[in-house]
T-cell receptor
Framework: QKEVEQNSGPLSVPEGAIASLNCTYS??????FFWYRQYSGKSPELIMSIYSNGDKEDGRFTAQLNKASQYVSLLIRDSQPSDSATYLCAVPSGGSYIPTFGRGTSLIVHP | NAGVTQTPKFQVLKTGQSMTLQCAQD?????MYWYRQDPGMGLRLIYYSASEGTTDKGEVPNGYNVSRLNKREFSLRLESAAPSQTSVYFCASSDPPFRGGGEKLFFGSGTQLSVL
C-alpha cells in the first residue's frame, strides 16, 4: 500500500487560474514534506518544502500542511502554460529520512 | 555547475546482458540514491547509500547491485537484464537532513533503459 497518495489527474486549468494539487500521507510521525516538479522527459526538481502546519509561500507557489488531517497541498497562483508538468509529493516516513514519492499529478495549463 | 551526472542517457539491452549505470555528484553530498520510474508507478527506490562505504536496499532491489566507489560516485549494475527492468533510472544525491529530517534530493538527468 502506497504511503503517499496523489490523484494522477490530469488536472486541467486555464491560464491565470489557481491550480490546487493535493497529497495525503499515512505516517502521522512524518515531519517534512516536499513537492517536486517534473517536466515530460526530464528529471524531478525540488520546488517546495514545508515542515510546520500552515502555509509557506514562495513566489506563485504556496505549500499548505495540515498534519491533523495528514494532507499537504500545493497551490500555484496565476498558472502559466510553463507550469504544465507532473508534480510529485514526497514524504519521509517510517522513521526514515528518505522520502517516499507519490505517483504524481499531471497538471495541464491551457492558454 | 554539473550537479549529478548520469551515464549513459539511453541504453538498449538484450535479455540476459549486463550493464552498469554510472553516477557522479560534485556537491559533496553524503547520501546517494538510485530510483526507477515506470508509468503510473512513480519513483521507487532501488538502493541508497547514506555515506561512503555503506549501501542499503530500497523498495525494489531485486535484480540490481550497487557500488559506492567513493563519496562522489555510486553505480548501479544489472547482472542479467530482464524485460521487467525496462524503465527510466534516476540517480540522486542529497543535502544532510535538518530540522525534522527528510532529505532534499537533487536528481541526475536519467537513463532510459530498454531490455528486449
Amino acid at each position: 500500500q502506497k504511503e503517499v497518495e496523489q490523484n494522477s489527474g490530469p488536472l486541467s486549468v486555464p491560464e491565470g487560474a489557481i491550480a490546487s494539487l493535493n497529497c495525503t500521507y499515512s505516517d502521522r510521525g512524518s515531519q517534512s514534506f516536499f513537492w517536486y516538479r517534473q517536466y515530460s522527459g526530464k528529471s524531478p526538481e525540488l520546488i517546495m518544502s514545508i515542515y510546520s502546519n500552515g502555509d509557506k509561500e514562495d513566489g506563485r507557489f504556496t505549500a499548505q500542511l495540515n498534519k491533523a488531517s495528514q494532507y499537504v497541498s500545493l497551490l500555484i497562483r496565476d498558472s502559466q502554460p510553463s507550469d504544465s508538468a507532473t508534480y510529485l509529493c514526497a514524504v519521509p516516513s517510517g522513521g526514515s529520512y528518505i522520502p517516499t514519492f507519490g505517483r504524481g499529478t499531471s497538471l495541464i495549463v491551457h492558454p | 555547475n554539473a550537479g549529478v551526472t548520469q551515464t549513459p542517457k539511453f541504453q538498449v539491452l538484450k535479455t540476459g546482458q549486463s550493464m552498469t549505470l554510472q553516477c557522479a555528484q560534485d556537491m559533496n553530498h553524503n547520501s546517494m540514491y538510485w530510483y526507477r520510474q515506470d508509468p503510473g508507478m512513480g519513483l521507487r527506490l532501488i538502493y541508497y547509500s547514506a555515506s561512503e562505504g555503506t549501501t542499503d536496499k530500497g523498495e525494489v532491489p531485486n535484480g540490481y547491485n550497487v557500488s559506492r566507489l567513493n563519496k562522489r560516485e555510486f553505480s548501479l549494475r544489472l547482472e542479467s537484464a530482464a524485460p521487467s527492468q525496462t524503465s527510466v533510472y534516476f540517480c540522486a544525491s542529497s543535502d544532510p537532513p535538518f530540522r525534522g529530517g527528510g532529505e532534499k534530493l537533487f536528481f541526475g538527468s536519467g537513463t532510459q533503459l530498454s531490455v528486449l
